[in-house]
């Protein structure tokens, strides 16, 4: 049996990796961790019987430890922290949302328990830390993310070296939309994503390209490719996750199913694959693709994305940050759609990149820039 660790179980990755498992022979859930979802977390204790849960909150601990009382609870970010620390993992996987899966999984690096990352801040905000350490510990990072995994999954061999990667976009909602049009949106309207189904952050973060932006930071430190030779695609219908070309000139796609059980798979199953979800899910039958190029003018994330990952060092800190809260204050009806490009824009301006700054720094810029930007 592979024993797994999976943490942030209750939200849109973990109730997929819950699913995906219900098909797979041969995997044990080790410990579950969670936020303060308590009502599904107890059903998910119920269905899988960890060892081991962790929770937000400590009043949601006397809860769990009433009704489980065969398991130990834990809390907070030392729960997350001691998850981690248990060497009987084969892998853990890092579904929590922002920046509080950053030092559990370098925990779990630290103990050599390879990690399938979900999590994008984890390498946007400390990826030359991150990289390095998983380096140094011999320990794999698997994306889970859809346009990672397929690079990956076109990568193959290691001998495959890849020349250039070519990240996927759907495009997101406002793709046929004016600027004009884009700027009078509201939360309800950019959260019509047309291809995904995902949390509420990163289908904002789909809307502006911002996402996309992310993705190739993450992309930059998990293939260690330089930032002139990833390019990013619009391919409205979701089918090619990403493509690898190579020296020779040729490209190789993943194609599937836009859906997030694949990716989820096979960073569980890697390097081998296994009859699964969504065996026989996918026809391509009348299905039709298109590639276009994007339009930084009209995504300006996108393209402050690709500055602020080639300035690197503190400079993705602050973008994600900055964008982050800018989100936040849209959904909340505070700023309008168009402001939250110019939040960031503001943020990198007001921002002297530091190069190579400690995890501690990295928190504060993070905490600063939030201070500083948020509403
Ligand atoms: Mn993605």
Same mark, same amino acid.
């Not at 990690?115 to 990826?127: C, F, P, Q, S």
């Given at each position: 049996m592979k024993k797994i660790t999976l943490l942030g179980s209750t939200g849109s990755i973990g109730t997929q990796t819950l699913e995906v498992l219900d098909y797979l022979e041969d995997y044990e859930v080790l410990a579950l961790a969670a936020g303060r979802n308590i009502t599904l977390l107890s059903k998910q204790i119920?269905?899988?019987?960890?060892?081991?849960?962790?929770?937000?909150?400590?009043?949601?601990? @006397?809860?769990?430890?009433?009704?489980?009382?065969?398991?130990?609870?834990?809390?907070?970010?030392?729960?997350?922290?001691?998850?981690?620390?248990?060497?009987?993992?084969?892998?853990?996987?890092?579904?929590?949302?922002?920046?509080? #899966?950053?030092?559990?999984?370098?925990?779990?690096?630290?103990?050599?328990?390879?990690?399938?990352?979900? *999590?994008?801040?984890?390498?946007?905000?400390?990826?030359?830390?991150?990289?390095?350490?998983?380096?140094?510990? *011999?320990? @794999?990072?698997?994306?889970?993310?859809?346009?990672?995994?397929?690079?990956?999954?076109?990568? #193959?061999? @290691?001998?495959?070296?890849?020349?250039?990667?070519?990240?996927?976009?759907?495009? #997101?909602?406002?793709?046929?939309?004016?600027?004009?049009?884009?700027?009078?949106?509201?939360?309800?309207?950019?959260?019509?994503?047309?291809?995904?189904?995902?949390?509420? @952050?990163?289908?904002?973060?789909?809307?502006?390209?911002?996402?996309? #932006?992310?993705?190739?930071?993450?992309?930059?430190?998990?293939?260690?490719m330089d930032y002139s030779d990833i390019k990013v695609v619009i391919h409205p219908q979701s089918l090619v996750h990403s493509f690898v070309e190579f020296k020779d000139g040729s490209i190789l796609a993943q194609v599937g199913f836009p859906s997030m059980h694949i990716p989820i798979q096979y960073a569980l199953t890697y390097p081998t694959r296994q009859k699964g979800i969504k065996t026989d899910g996918f026809s391509l039958y009348g299905q039709q693709m298109s590639f276009e190029k994007p339009d930084f003018n009209k995504f300006p994330c996108l393209k402050m994305a690709y500055e602020a990952g080639k300035t690197g060092g503190s400079a993705p800190v602050v973008l994600n940050a900055a964008n982050e809260v800018a989100v936040n204050n849209f959904l909340e009806g505070k700023i309008s759609f168009l402001d939250i490009e110019k939040t960031v824009y503001k943020a990198l301006c007001d921002h002297t990149p530091m190069s190579n700054p400690t995890l501690e720094e990295i928190f504060e810029i993070d905490i600063e820039t939030r201070k500083k930007y948020g509403k």
């Open positions: 119920e269905k899988y019987h960890p060892k081991r849960v962790s929770v937000q909150r400590e009043e949601d601990v @006397k809860f769990i430890k009433s009704k489980f009382p065969q398991i130990e609870v834990l809390c907070g970010i030392e729960g997350l922290m001691e998850l981690c620390s248990d060497t009987q993992n084969d892998i853990i996987l890092v579904a929590t949302s922002g920046k509080i #899966g950053l030092k559990p999984t370098l925990c779990a690096i630290e103990n050599k328990i390879n990690i399938a990352l979900a *999590n994008k801040e984890t390498l946007v905000m400390a990826g030359d830390i991150v990289m390095k350490k998983a380096r140094e510990n *011999n320990v @794999k990072i698997l994306p889970v993310d859809s346009e990672h995994s397929a690079i990956l999954q076109c990568l #193959g061999d @290691k001998n495959n070296q890849a020349y250039k990667l070519i990240i996927t976009a759907s495009g #997101g909602p406002f793709l046929y939309k004016t600027r004009e049009e884009m700027g009078h949106t509201n939360a309800l309207e950019a959260l019509k994503h047309p291809r995904w189904h995902m949390g509420r @952050k990163i289908t904002i973060d789909s809307a502006t390209l911002m996402n996309k #932006g992310l993705e190739v930071i993450e992309a930059h430190h998990l293939f260690n």
